[in-house]
């Protein structure tokens, strides 16, 4: 950050830099949730292949404050961020959404978007976290600059010294999603803006995952059945376009552990697919012994089984007639080949969905092979104070908003200094200081207090903050 007022009492140059030797190979694996137990369990006995682990714990409420669909304080996940401490491992939770029409109406609106700023901000450093992981799917196209600005916003207010980790869905280009130039629709919009999620992410997961017919160049070089869940080629595809507006040193290519089940048919002289459910591979493995037929591995590097849909023993899906059952998966060997092609692309690494003990169990040995021992757990903010320069004098009355005078432009000036910028631009920004204690002026305070615990944390200057700010100098 550079400060344009040279009159600045206190010249303070904040700027994020992750203490890295090199670039390492990163590895980080989400844990759901719903399988927290099992999933900690397998993290923990695996830690060390990993540079990072990301809870599933948070949801959103219709309002835009975070839900705890899990609790950290419940003991599988304090024993995991305890070891994952101890070494070195990132402990980045994940607030996952997937409502649209809420997510439009939130991060559209000044006053939710702030107060959902505010709930993650609190999380975030009332629980002493790494970062948070912002995995907002589903979106729609229209929401795009609303949720931009969320990232620039949330940017300013953490980003500082926490970890902002992005996840976001693999775009197919649009020559392999379409048979032909006329087909691709002249309106077409997306819902994530990459150039503005790279400014404001400090790494950007890339849901590479769940492919399933959507590249029609795949489709039509590949024999039936291929129904994949994650080609490598496919994979390629979407992380080099996505390199085109993203820094390839913050992207991580997600790696699914898990598989489909469909049922394949002809139809009006077409081949079908008609998805089930998802597995995990021992589901798998079991359904073959049952059958007594031998999964094979595709040419695209994941493990197969084919088989007529008569023989299930799976009662819950009733056979179509004549259909083929496919059953689509990765194993540790088909998640190796992501590996391989990260390094290859010379990207960040991988991240793992998902790990709940139903992944392979020769996973860890793989992914061993690939992660780098690295000391980038923390982001920390670097110091720079001109020796020429005289402390400010920290205002010595209470401030709060409506309040004019000149203490509240020095206020800002500190906030502005200490990297709580109060606007990018135009009144308030740095060198553009006012003596009106706004909106503005309240929110950046607001995320100071929240950042040292200051409890009630209300955008109030008072004894609590006066005496914060103190020691930050």
């Known amino acids: 950050m550079k400060l344009k007022n040279s009159t600045i009492f206190l010249t303070l140059i904040f700027f994020s830099t992750n203490i890295l030797q090199a670039q390492a190979f990163e590895v980080s694996g989400w844990i ?60 980045t939770p994940t607030v996952m959404w997937a409502n649209a029409d809420a997510m439009e109406d939130v991060l559209s609106d000044e006053t939710k978007r702030q107060n959902h700023i505010r709930s993650i901000t609190s999380e975030v450093f009332n629980n002493k976290l790494d970062g948070i992981d912002i995995d907002y799917e589903a979106k729609y196209a229209r929401t795009r600059p609303h949720f931009s600005l969320f990232l620039k916003e949330l940017n300013e207010a953490i980003g500082y010294d926490k970890w902002i980790m992005c996840t976001i869905e693999a775009r197919t280009p649009l020559d392999s999603r379409y048979s032909s130039p006329d087909r691709i629709p ?39 059945p291929y129904i994949p869940v994650a080609d490598p080629a496919w994979v390629e595809k979407a992380v080099r376009l996505a390199m085109e507006d993203i820094d390839k040193e913050k992207i991580l290519i997600g790696v699914p ?36 037929e031998e999964p094979k591995r595709s040419e695209n590097g994941e493990l197969m089984l084919v088989y007529p849909a008569k023989k299930s023993i799976d009662k819950e899906a009733i056979p179509l007639p004549n259909a083929t059952r496919v059953m689509v998966w990765n194993d540790a060997e088909s998640i190796k080949k992501k590996a391989e092609l990260a390094n290859k692309l ?63 432009k020095t ?3 500190i906030l502005n200094s200490l990297g709580f910028t109060i606007a990018s631009s135009g009144p308030g920004s740095q060198g553009n200081e006012t003596n009106i204690f706004g909106s503005l002026t309240e929110a950046a305070l607001i995320r100071f207090q929240s950042s040292k615990s200051i409890s009630p944390a209300v955008g109030y200057f008072g004894s609590k903050t ?3 700010i103190q020691l930050s100098f």
Request: hydrophobic content about 35%; some cysteine; aromatic content about 12%.
């Open 32 to 91: 759901p949730y719903w399988r927290s137990e099992e999933g900690v369990e397998s993290a923990l006995e695996n830690l060390d292949a990993f540079t990072e682990v990301d809870p599933f714990v948070y949801t959103v409420k219709q309002d835009g404050m975070l839900y705890r669909a899990s609790s950290l304080k419940d003991k599988e996940w304090v024993k995991l961020r305890k070891e994952a401490d101890e070494k070195g491992v990132r402990f």
């Open 466 to 468: 006066r005496a914060e």
């Open 186 to 224: 002249a309106d077409i919009e997306y819902a994530n803006d990459f150039k503005e999620i790279n400014k404001y992410c400090d790494r950007v997961r890339i849901m590479a995952y769940d492919q399933g017919r959507i590249d029609w160049k795949l489709n039509k070089a590949n024999e039936h």
């Open 411 to 413: 206020l800002q000036k």
């Open 257 to 292: 552990t898990y598989g489909y089940e469909y049922d394949m048919f002809e139809q009006d002289g077409y081949t079908q697919y008609s998805r089930l459910w998802s597995f995990n591979p021992k589901y798998a493995l079991d359904q073959a012994d049952e059958i007594n």
């Open 346 to 408: 010379g990207v960040a690494g991988i991240s793992i969905f998902k790990i709940d003990g139903g992944e392979d169990p020769k996973l860890a040995s793989v992914l061993r092979d690939f992660k780098t021992i690295s000391n980038d757990k923390l982001k920390t903010p670097t110091l720079a104070i001109s020796s020429n320069l005289s402390l400010p004098k920290i205002p010595s009355i209470d401030l709060e908003k409506g309040d004019v005078n000149d203490d509240v």
